[in-house]
């Protein structure tokens, strides 16, 4: 399991991987990219767990983004494939994963958030692709124009100005803006929500979003009812009918 660096705790089928760094704003030194990558590990075995948070230590920052001091005393040149953990990059997990954004999600931090698949931010929470400012690169940041618009996104990589939180929300980066003292609780209100319904069609929901953007329409279409069939033939697809004419809970088994 991760160190002190990164804390991982599972509150009623919701895993919590928090970046527990604060003094430094969280910033992803190895310590805490080594913690990120056992924890999305550990989380994604982890049957009990039907919905993944990841979130920052404190009010101040949810990822500063890389440590620039460690990249200074390494010379660090072009950095490897499995450097962050990136979702669907080079870590894969097919239960939903939201980003409580705390705080300033800048560089590192803003990648992690970007990867995340559903985000929540604090109203005090700001958003920066900062690697212009110190001579950095941001090819992570590639599929920024598939979720919100692509002038948008060129502003922010060549600027490295902040968003705020509202305006974040508005081009649909992020789902909800809470009031800071909220964010812990509407984030978890939101991944029960989610673990109320049937795993596997929640997961299927997750496959198919990011599946089309790897196809045209017509095999986008093709994809989808490749990753429902399953879904269909579940046990869980004879139960939620049954629940709904006995008036009663659905009990889902995940097969």
């Known amino acids: 399991m991760p ?55 404190g009010d101040k920052a949810f990822c500063a983004g890389g440590d620039l001091k460690e990249m200074s005393a390494t010379s ?23 980003a409580a954004v705390n705080g300033i999600a800048y560089g590192g931090g803003f990648l992690l958030a970007q990867t995340c698949d559903l985000c929540v931010a604090a109203e005090s929470a700001r ?35 902040p968003i705020d939180a509202q305006r974040a929300f508005d081009v649909g980066l992020v789902n909800r803006v809470v009031p800071d003292g909220r964010l812990v609780a509407e984030t978890q209100a939101l991944a029960c929500r989610i673990a109320e319904n ?27 009812e490749r990753l429902y069939e399953r879904v269909y033939l579940s046990d869980d697809a004879q139960e939620g009918p049954l629940a709904f004419k006995e008036r009663r809970a659905p009990q889902w088994q995940g097969r």
């Open 127 to 161: 958003f920066a692709i900062t690697e212009a400012r110190w001579g950095r690169g941001s090819p992570w940041a590639a599929p920024l124009p598939w979720l919100i618009p692509p002038r948008l996104a060129l502003e922010l990589l060549v600027t490295a100005d």
């Open 198 to 224: 049937a795993p596997l069609s929640v997961r299927a929901g997750k496959a198919m979003v990011y599946a089309t953007t790897e196809h045209h329409r017509s095999a986008a279409f093709e994809e989808a």
């Open 3 to 57: 160190g002190d660096a990164v804390v991982v705790e599972v509150r009623d089928r919701v895993g919590w991987i928090t970046i527990n760094r604060p003094e430094k704003r969280n910033a992803l030194d190895v310590e805490v990219r080594e913690g990120l990558f056992k924890a999305f590990d550990a989380m994604g075995g982890d049957d009990d767990v039907l919905v993944v948070v990841l979130t920052g230590a």
């Open 76 to 98: 660090l040149k072009v950095p490897p494939p499995d450097f962050v953990p990136q979702l669907e990059r080079n870590i894969h997990l097919d239960k939903p994963v939201i």
